[in-house]
């Protein structure tokens, strides 16, 4: 797997009108894009030269100041992945990406449980891994783990 | 009949209907295979394979409930999964007994910090082997089964020494 072309992978967005950051950072090229573009961007992508056909992963990140979601692709074409990646707020909203690639569907539910956020759009917004009983959202920094006198005690 | 070779032929044993459902219970414990976790690898699949053989102890896993005797907890009881296993163990009949293997299921394990985890399955049934380990190796569960054959047995004497 080889790194994409940084400039042509920001001309190509350019084309499509988005207004995007590309550049090569630690897990590869991650193209910053704004939340409400998340949707074209990966079409444009896909439908490009390259041919990002696949979706790999979607996932959250908690930065300690916002919420990342980042979408992962791969080219099979050209042996190439890139990262998209949109920033959002505590209890935010990103727009589903569902339509593009349904392989999002899932992971979405996922990271809409685990963050606290929202991906409107999409067709079946349901908790999917914990029970109601599981108020906070799991993979925030701000959700207290369990003390060390609670956990002696096991209360 | 092995009781023959033991006996002789056409011996007769006079033994009270309980004892003798007891010396039953003791010698096959079916256990329901519900695996929530690795210590499923080790505790159902692995020690009820060839190599630790869980069967020559009358020891078998059952895919209903209702067909079993034992539940052995294996793995780590979530929010979601504590109602699962009270159902299930709601199903299992008269006499059950019931086996946490491993730490998460004896006091949450290396998860007990997470706020979706229950501390231990004690909080949702009756346990009555606690078997320590991460995981435990299949002998522990042998062990851990020939001590629930212990508490049978003396179930058994206590209540022919009360009546």
Known sequence: ?155 | MALDKLLGEHSIVFLKSEEFFDKARANSMWYLAYGIACCAIEGLISAGGPRYDYDRFGVFHRASPRQADVMIVAGTVNKKMAHTLRLLYDQMPEPKWVIAMGACACTGGPFREYPNVVLGADRIVPIDVYVPGCPPRPESMLYAFMQLREKIRNRAKERGAAS
């Open chain 1, 1 to 155: 797997m080889q790194l994409p072309d940084v400039t042509a992978t920001h001309s190509l967005l350019a084309k499509a009108g988005i207004d995007a950051t590309c550049a090569q950072e630690g897990p590869g090229v991650v193209c910053r894009v704004p939340a409400e573009s998340a949707a074209r961007t990966l079409e444009a992508l896909r439908d490009g030269d390259a041919a990002y056909a696949y979706m790999v992963d979607l996932f959250g990140v908690d930065t300690g100041e916002g919420l990342e979601v980042t979408y992962h692709l791969r080219s099979f074409a050209r042996e190439e992945e890139v990262y998209v990646r949109v920033a959002a707020d505590y209890d935010g909203e990103v727009p589903s990406v569902w339509h593009v690639f349904p392989a999002a569907l899932y992971p979405e539910r996922e990271t809409a449980e685990l963050f606290g956020m929202s991906f409107p759009g999409h067709p079946n917004p349901k908790r999917l891994l914990t029970t109601d009983e599981v108020e906070q959202p799991l993979l925030r920094r701000s959700t207290a783990i369990r003390t060390p006198e609670e956990v002696h005690t096991r209360d």
